[in-house]
């Protein structure tokens, strides 16, 4: 018997130009599932080598989709510094039959682009309708794509920026520029970002003991926020302020409070995946102002991942390498 496994690094994955559309759509499905029962996956274990750092293993499958995976991810804050990117990892997508690896895949472009879809159904169902400025707060990779991916379910017009590395503003500007329609407005302090704008995604590094900055009188009311470093960047004041609060996982969110790496919040109205599968409503006022933290859950790796793993067999991408 003779298996092979198909390598794909990160130019392989980036080179496929796989559209954004199709990605929020596998992110929603993969949240159907999960909302309809038809999903494992284990709380994520993780290890802690350095400070703020973390390696996490994040198993999934889905039985709809009939998919199967795992992510090794890392997220070390000082890489950037080292010119190493935050979060680095690899993919593994199993063959749910018979167990064996199919791709073996770069899970920097997978992570960035499967989070930022999450934050974009948020969007699509807790998110005012007429939603058009933005603030991204951290203009990293996370904040790139998820500017991009928000543009795809909201009319967007006006993104302002925050950033404490200015080059990182700089860089991210001219990205935007160049990838949408985006009037960017560069500006000097989080309050400026945020204040009169209708939709917030913060994206700095995951800090176990940060220094939370934003407060609940700098967030208008109708205002969706979407936190993608945990409450890094909010005060618990601020948070404890929001109309409805959401997360992506209950079981995952509770462990992160017990291990200390987000404040206890008093009340989490429900997951993104009742909403989606409207067990739970979402908006229903246009004064409401609504948090979904996201924490990134493995089924929305496998369900890009297997996306990524279609298309790269259909346009002959990547490598073959020997594995039985």
């Not at 293993?57 to 997220?75: N, T, V």
């Not at 940060?210 to 409450?231: C, H």
């Amino acid at each position: 018997m003779v298996h092979e496994i198909l390598y794909l690094s990160y130019q392989d994955v980036n080179s496929l130009c796989i559209s954004l559309e199709s990605i929020v759509d596998a992110v929603e499905d993969a949240f159907k599932q999960k909302g309809m029962g038809l999903v494992e996956m284990p709380p994520k274990p993780g290890i802690h080598p350095r400070k703020d750092s973390f390696i996490h293993a994040m198993p999934a499958y889905l039985k709809r989709s009939d998919a199967a995976g795992l992510k090794w991810i890392s997220g070390y804050p000082e890489n950037p510094a080292r010119g190493l990117p935050y979060i680095v990892g690899v993919f593994v997508l199993n063959d749910p039959e018979t167990g064996l690896p199919l791709a073996l895949m770069d899970a920097t472009w997978l992570t960035a682009y499967r989070t930022a879809g999450a934050t974009a159904v948020a969007a699509k169902h807790l998110a005012r309708g007429d939603s058009e400025i933005l603030a991204i707060l951290g203009c990293g990779t996370q904040g790139r794509s998820n500017t991009l991916m928000l543009t795809k379910v909201l009319p967007l017009k006006v993104v302002k920026a925050y950033d404490v590395n200015n080059k990182s503003l700089e860089s991210y500007e001219a990205f935007v520029k160049e990838r949408t329609d985006l009037m960017v407005i560069i500006t000097s302090s989080p309050r400026e970002a945020i204040e009169d704008s209708d939709i917030i995604v913060t994206a700095g590094p995951l800090l176990k003991e940060p220094n939370p900055v934003i407060e609940a009188d700098w967030v208008k009311p109708g205002t969706s926020a979407f936190p993608l470093d945990f409450d890094s960047y909010w005060k618990p004041s601020a948070i404890a302020s929001m109309d409805k609060f959401y997360t992506d996982d209950i079981v995952q969110f509770n462990y992160y409070v017990k291990e200390g790496w987000i404040r206890p919040v008093e009340k989490v109205f429900g997951e993104l995946s009742e909403v989606v599968t409207r067990t739970k409503p979402g908006r229903e006022s246009d004064y409401e102002r609504i948090m979904c933290m996201n924490l990134g859950l493995a089924i929305l790796d496998v369900a890009v991942g297997k996306l990524i793993y279609e298309e790269a067999v259909k346009k002959n991408a990547g490598r073959l390498l020997p594995f039985l």
